[in-house]
């Protein structure tokens, strides 16, 4: 393991302090499953464009997408 150094706010040191005791664990340990945790959200979650796709895709099952927005379009462009 590579040894790290962080600066944390006094309130956010005494409430890691707290809950490990609580926990009967080490701060370390705390700190090492937060980063676990908060990467495995961030890899198993995209944001952005690429979340968008991967959320949406095969949303639509009625045959060609495009062909019915072309169709969508021509009634629109009908009303005006």
């Known amino acids: 393991m590579i040894r790290t150094v962080i600066s944390l706010d006094a309130e956010d040191k005494a409430w890691l302090d707290r809950t490990a ?3 009967r664990k080490t701060m370390t340990q705390l ?3 937060a980063v676990q945790r ?3 959200e961030s890899e198993s979650a995209p944001s952005g464009f690429e ?3 991967r959320d949406t895709r ?3 099952k009625s045959g060609d997408g495009l062909a019915y927005q072309k169709k969508m379009r021509r009634e629109w462009d009908r009303r005006k």
Do not use: T
């Open 21 to 23: 005791k609580r926990q």
């Open 38 to 40: 908060l990467r495995q």
């Open 51 to 53: 979340g968008l796709l």
């Open 58 to 60: 095969g949303i639509w």
């Open 31 to 33: 700190v090492r499953h």
